[in-house]
């Protein structure tokens, strides 16, 4: 079993609509947990950082449910500029594990 | 603030020649990473340095691959001799110690092995 794992996708989704994106992970004492946006031939850049009470970044909500050992990612009200490869990470002792990355395609 | 810079940019070069990259963190940031991602795949890890000293370098194909942190500040990655498998984008990371710090990345080094 992966240490990460993610649907790589696509998620063809017309603009204006939600979308969710889960990640699993594997390694029960991870510690910290990332959404990151990778462009195409770009490097990847922080979305935000996910914590356990869950959290918002204007359109962007993230949760954790370590029980379960999953996190999320939810957009609302989908932007063409959303279009991306979105990384899951998880963080356990000073080590950090991406997860292959889950792609969203905006359509007008 | 100045971000990672990297360089080069792009790298060709021919199976069994020898390569290097060079990453600068930015300022400050004790912790940098080497990543090597492959076209359709997350980015892996190859080596963490917490200043100058190795924190894992577990996924570090170690026979080919080489990477010093001498100062503490700026770092180099080698691969010599390079195979084909070895055609990826090369990214340098670097963060802030503690436990929920982001890293920040470099623009890539992206190699391709004819």
């Known amino acids: 079993r992966k240490e990460v794992e993610q649907d790589p996708g696509p998620f063809n989704v017309p603009e204006g609509a939600t979308v969710a994106f889960n990640c699993t992970y594997s390694?029960?004492?991870?510690?910290?947990f990332f959404w990151y946006r990778q462009d195409c031939r770009k490097e990847p850049k922080l979305l935000m950082s996910?914590?356990?009470s869950g959290n918002e970044d204007g359109r962007f909500t993230a949760q954790l449910n370590r029980a379960s050992q999953y996190i999320s990612l939810l957009i609302r009200d989908s932007k063409l500029s959303d279009s991306a490869t979105y990384l899951c990470?998880?963080?356990?002792?000073?080590?950090?594990?991406f997860g292959t990355g889950t792609r969203l395609l905006v359509s007008p | 603030e100045a971000g990672v810079a990297q360089s080069p940019r792009y790298k060709i070069i021919e199976k069994r020649q020898s390569v290097a990259f060079w990453c600068n963190p930015i300022?400050?940031?004790?912790?940098l990473y080497w990543y090597q991602q492959i076209l359709g795949q997350g980015p892996k890890l190859l080596i963490q340095?917490?200043?100058?000293?190795?924190?894992?370098d577990s996924q570090l194909p170690k026979d080919r691959f080489s990477a010093e942190r001498l100062k503490g500040v700026d770092s180099t990655l080698k691969i010599q001799p390079a195979k084909l498998e070895d055609s990826a984008v090369y990214l340098c990371?670097?963060?802030?110690?503690?436990?929920?710090?982001?890293?920040?990345f470099g623009d890539g080094t992206r190699l391709s092995i004819l």
């Open positions: 990371a670097s963060s802030v110690t503690g436990l929920n710090q982001p890293q920040h």
């Open positions: 390694n029960s004492a991870s510690q910290s």
């Open positions: 996910v914590y356990s």
């Open positions: 990470v998880v963080k356990g002792f000073q080590k950090l594990v």
């Open positions: 300022s400050g940031h004790a912790t």
């Open positions: 340095f917490q200043n100058n000293g190795v924190v894992d």
